[in-house]
């Protein structure tokens, strides 16, 4: 079985070695030891003052929980449940009907000071979440919205998580973590944050010209309101606006709809017929077509659109890695670091078939700065299961069958053999 | 002694504790660090940097997770900023002068020394986009979950998996072979 990329970079990281010299070392432990004294210090200081604030904080107290409650009933601000304004329902019945339904679908809507998304969101409680992306736009993500996956698909039972990108008909298939579902998670944070016991019913508010009422959660540095329907106590709209590192940061979830009966193949794991599927952790790649030479020379012809019209210096093989290859190989790296998502499927189509040939095919890959249409020159050739002759690819992507004698002098070649 | 222990005896201003903590975490870190900067002096930098931050603050650190991790997490930021601050320290320098701002692992150190297949590693993760780069090294070095690093990060557990895939993907084809 030949190993994944990420294989190959675990195995990597984990014959990475590295020797430190002692002055390293007594640097960093030297003032990380210096730091952990000032700490120390810090902390014998801090709490003497603690012991006065203590003493301070019992007389404050008493005046502050007065003072509370004195300006509570001048506002009117009822702090156990039911509204100043006589709207119909309490907070108590929006925790017990948000708790009972077992599916809600809303459009989720996120904006910070980089990136804006909208979502629309399904869940089925327990195991199930979908959201389909609507809109996507980071300013910080290297990722075009065109690349951005249209689907994504969360199953804590079978604990997968599938995303499908239409646009190349690609299905990527990654283990969820331990506890996953990211949409459920954040969904049942929201739940637990409404638990919180720091509501207060701000009374009838008007959203969108529909009567609603309205409460309002401050947790940490997070603020969230909610808007409720007074006549089922269910959210139609909630708006959490939180502040880190001074990003402000809103989410609303809007146009929320309960226990809505939804289609179990919504959160279906099987991507369409049509499309791949990629496994993450693997990279295995499964496709709804054969894998045929066909697909090699489209991943092939890749590269001279990005390498100034040559082929790459390796292609699941090639000359050995000497330091001048492994310069050459990265300079070809940073020519495709924007290559378009279909051409990023194409050469890993192209790869895809490679691996699969039998271990005695054979494959040789000799497109080392050969010219994208050079007739004459090979770029790659491999022996097919069977057969006695070679199929040699050249540099105008022609494909013709050659006998083993006939394949050209490579002197790199020979002396790996 | 398990890393808990440690970190309690550290919190009990334990100097022998916060020893063992670095160097049991030590080369790890700093590969982690050279891996994602390809530049010695800077993972020197970072790994100082969070060492020093974690003694100062380690009264009020909770563990909740992985101390291997959490240290992890800590030095991809550290060396992201740090990266950050020396592009823009490099983009006000002549072009001479910016040359030698960056020590990368060609040139040879006196102080940390790696070894090849940690000099392949990181210049083949070089080539990626930082973003990419990191969540690839969180990811298979850190052994940090996807959700994890997304957190940390403070982005969905979805685009970090795109930008595991496509980093991956771009490595596939021309690193084939020898990693």
Request: hydrophobic share 40%.
């Amino acid at each position: 079985m030949k190993m994944s990329s990420a294989e190959k970079i675990k195995k990597l990281f984990a014959k990475s070695e590295v020797t430190v010299n002692s002055k390293v070392d007594d640097r960093i432990v030297g003032d990380a030891l210096t730091a952990l004294n000032e700490s120390e210090q810090i902390k014998s200081l801090s709490a003497e003052s603690n012991i006065w604030r203590i003493v301070m904080k019992d007389r404050i107290t008493k005046f502050a929980a007065a003072a509370i409650i004195i300006i509570a009933v001048m506002l009117g601000i009822n702090y156990i449940s039911g509204s100043p304004d006589g709207a119909s329902i309490a907070w108590a019945d929006v925790l017990e009907n948000v708790e009972a339904a077992r599916t809600v679908m809303y459009i989720h809507e996120f904006e910070s000071s980089d990136k804006k998304e909208v979502f629309e969101t399904r869940i089925m409680e327990p195991y199930y979440s979908r959201i389909d992306v609507i809109a996507y736009h980071s300013r910080a993500d290297v990722m075009g919205s065109d690349e951005m996956y249209k689907v994504a698909i969360g199953n804590t039972k079978l604990n997968k998580n599938l995303l499908l990108y239409p646009n190349t008909k690609m299905a990527v298939i990654g283990d969820d973590d331990v506890s996953p579902g990211d949409e459920i998670r954040a969904y049942e944070r929201l739940k637990k944050d409404f638990r919180d016991g720091t509501e207060k019913n701000l009374g009838r508010v008007k959203l969108n010209g529909r009567d609603t009422v309205c409460f309002e959660i401050s947790k940490d540095n997070k603020k969230i309101t909610v808007w409720a329907d007074p006549n089922t106590a269910l959210p139609i709209q909630i708006e959490e606006i939180s502040e880190e590192n001074g990003d402000r940061r809103k989410f609303l979830r809007r146009d929320i709809r309960f226990d809505m009966k939804l289609d179990e193949q919504l959160f279906s794991m099987v991507p369409p017929a049509d499309y791949c599927l990629m496994d993450l952790e693997t990279q295995r790649l499964q496709t709804p077509f054969e894998l045929t030479e066909k697909h090699l020379i489209e991943g092939l012809a890749v590269y001279p659109k990005y390498l100034d019209g040559k082929f790459c210096t390796r292609y699941m093989g090639g000359r050995p890695k000497t330091e001048e290859v492994k310069r050459k190989c990265l300079a070809d790296v940073e020519k495709i670091q924007n290559w378009s998502d279909e051409d990023s499927n194409k050469s890993t189509f192209g790869c895809a078939f490679i691996e699969q040939l039998p271990e005695d095919s054979d494959y040789q890959y000799v497109g080392e700065d050969v010219k994208f249409g050079d007739v004459n020159t090979p770029v790659c050739w491999w022996k097919p299961p069977g057969s006695k002759t070679y199929r040699v690819v050249y540099g105008d992507l022609s494909i013709r069958d050659i006998e083993p004698g006939d394949l050209p002098e490579v002197p790199w070649l020979n002396d790996k053999k | 002694m398990v890393d808990r222990l440690l970190v309690t005896k550290c919190k009990q201003g334990s100097r022998d504790a916060l020893l063992r903590i670095y160097e049991k975490y030590r080369d790890s870190l700093m590969i982690l660090a050279i891996a994602l900067s390809h530049d010695v002096s800077l993972a020197e930098d970072a790994v100082h940097d969070v060492f020093v931050a974690f003694a100062q603050n380690v009264a009020s650190f909770k563990l909740t997770g992985s101390l291997k991790a959490y240290l992890a997490r800590c030095v991809a930021n550290r060396v992201r900023d740090l990266m950050r601050t020396n592009r823009s320290r490099a983009k006000a320098l002549s072009p001479e002068q910016a040359c030698s701002v960056e020590r990368d692992l060609n040139e040879p150190s006196l102080l940390i020394a790696c070894n090849e297949e940690l000099r392949l590693l990181s210049s083949a993760l070089a080539e990626l986009p930082h973003e990419q780069r990191e969540v690839i090294a969180l990811h298979i070095h850190g052994q940090m979950r996807f959700r994890v690093i997304a957190k940390s990060l403070g982005i969905s557990v979805n685009t970090v998996k795109g930008r595991y895939r496509y980093g991956i993907q771009k490595l596939r084809s021309i690193l084939n072979g020898e990693i």
